[in-house]
């Protein structure tokens, strides 16, 4: 086997590293092309046929994990449906096994570069290895082999499937900074510390700098890899944000501390009562007239199409997402007004991704 110094550096896919070799980076594209075919120009006849197969069997459009198994249950009696549905998922897996496979050919060496960037600004990292991650986030999320807290290159994996995952509607981040120009800051306009809980790899915090530079900056995640990688990718485009692992039900910071606290696609991937927690967090940590601003999935109404489609309702098994339908059905917006915050309007994100937007009363 080769050392990892015998591998070039190949540089970047906007702000995300490159596969190792070019036979990876090829390979990845080719999946891609692939599920794009699927599911944007066979979509539609797939969920055509699925709903007359749905209205003959007699299956409720309710997005439950049980109507999802009884969809599956008949699809796999239809071999157009089964197909489609065996090759969606397949397509899900060789992503993962390729990008882990290609980075770890030279996983030393990015080892390396994360326990240098710890030590390195601008920004800041903290986070305790030795601390128990709560069971709910130790999930193969994504079809992600232990998710995001079960390899130390986590945030690596991660930043590259999205990459390849949307194409280029996310190529240098720019679908982050999308809903990042969508964001309004609160009503009184003042933004000098700002957060992004759930932060993953850190998008929308980095987004949120480059329109707020002088604003002191925070991402938190509840995963140590996260938190790392968020740190060295901000450092590659000289953003100084201080990253740290905290759970976003139970952050480390005084009442009132923020201006804006924002989340993108966090809540569907955690459950219903941690969701209910994180909102009251949002709302103890932000100052009067703060705004929380959430970028995530649609909610299952018949008004509001995207997730709410035979694609939605089966995305939890093929996409490794267990707590989506949970979110979807939560009616977050009753939530967000049971906890204390006023609404605004919700905003269209695309790619079934919706705003909301909610301001903690001044008192």
């Not at 991937?269 to 909102?279: F, L």
Request: hydrophobic letters at 40%; a negative charge.
């Amino acid at each position: 086997m080769k050392l990892s110094n015998t591998y070039a550096d190949r540089g970047k896919r906007g702000h995300t590293p490159e596969l190792t070799t070019r036979a990876d980076q090829s390979y990845l594209e080719y999946l891609s092309d692939a599920r794009d075919m699927m599911l944007n120009k066979k979509g539609q006849s797939f969920m055509k046929r699925g709903g007359e197969v749905m209205k003959e069997r007699g299956i409720p459009f309710e997005h439950t994990h049980e109507v999802a198994e009884k969809i599956r249950d008949a699809f796999s009696e239809e071999q157009d449906l089964a197909v489609f549905l065996r090759v969606k998922r397949s397509l899900q897996e060789v992503y993962k096994e390729r990008i882990i496979g290609s980075y770890r050919l030279i996983e030393q060496q990015w080892l390396n570069r994360l326990d240098e960037a710890d030590e390195q600004g601008p920004g800041s990292v903290s986070y305790d290895l030795d601390w128990e991650v709560p069971a709910y986030a130790c999930r193969d999320m994504h079809i992600q082999p232990g998710g995001f807290v079960g390899s130390p290159l986590a945030g690596l994996h991660y930043d590259y499937n999205t990459q390849i995952f949307f194409s280029d509607n996310v190529a240098a981040d720019a679908m982050h900074a999308g809903f990042v120009a969508k964001t309004p800051p609160p009503h009184d306009g003042r933004v000098e510390r700002f957060m992004e809980i759930g932060c993953g790899i850190g998008q929308i915090a980095c987004e949120l700098k480059k329109v707020y530079p002088d604003a002191e900056a925070w991402g938190t995640d509840i995963a140590a890899p996260m938190v790392r990688y968020s740190h060295w990718r901000a450092m590659q485009q000289d953003l100084a944000i201080h990253f740290s692992q905290m759970p976003a039900e139970d952050l480390d910071f005084p009442d009132g501390h923020f201006d804006m606290v924002a989340a993108h696609i966090l809540f569907h991937e955690i459950p219903v009562p941690v969701i209910k927690k994180v909102i009251a967090e949002a709302y103890r940590v932000l100052r009067p007239g703060g705004i929380f601003v959430i970028w995530d999935f649609r909610t299952a109404c018949d008004d509001k199409p995207g997730y709410h489609s035979i694609l939605g309702l089966v995305d939890a098994a093929d996409n490794g997402e267990p707590y989506a339908l949970g979110f979807v059905n939560c009616e977050v917006e009753g939530i967000l007004s049971e906890a204390g915050f006023d609404l605004r309007d919700n905003c269209d994100g695309g790619l079934f991704i919706e705003g909301r937007f909610a301001d903690k009363p001044v008192v």
